[in-house]
């Protein structure tokens, strides 16, 4: 059964950083191009970092040069770094497969940005 398990999230103040990190079992990151996903209450889940199987990544505009996506082979493990954190980008963040989420979701990880 291929499980996804998101962790790290939490509370910070505006411009501190977070580490959150996706687990999986059943499914082999370092052959399947993943992704991170957020979800703010009331909008539309959005990808906002990619990592494709050749180690290729890509970001949303809105967190280009502040979050860094990651990928631990061994561990099946993908993290994604984000720095300089903002209010906007407070939301759940999921990880999942990409272009198409083929994996059911997780439970997603709480990130609150505030003062």
């Known amino acids: 059964q291929v499980q996804l398990v998101e962790s790290g999230g939490g509370l910070v103040q505006p411009g501190g950083s977070l580490r959150l990190s996706c687990a999986a079992s059943?499914?082999?990151?370092?052959?399947?191009?993943m992704g991170w996903y957020r979800q703010a209450p009331g909008k539309q889940r959005e990808l906002v970092a990619r990592l494709d199987s050749r180690g290729n990544t890509n970001y949303a505009g809105s967190v280009k040069g502040r979050f860094a996506i990651s990928r631990d082979n061994a561990k099946n493990t993908v993290y994604l770094q984000m720095n300089d954190l903002k209010p906007e980008d407070a939301a759940v963040y999921y990880c999942?497969?990409?272009?198409?989420?083929?994996?059911?979701w997780g439970q997603g990880t709480q990130v609150t940005v505030s003062s």
């Open positions: 999942n497969t990409y272009p198409f989420a083929i994996v059911s």
């Open positions: 059943g499914i082999i990151f370092s052959v399947n191009h």
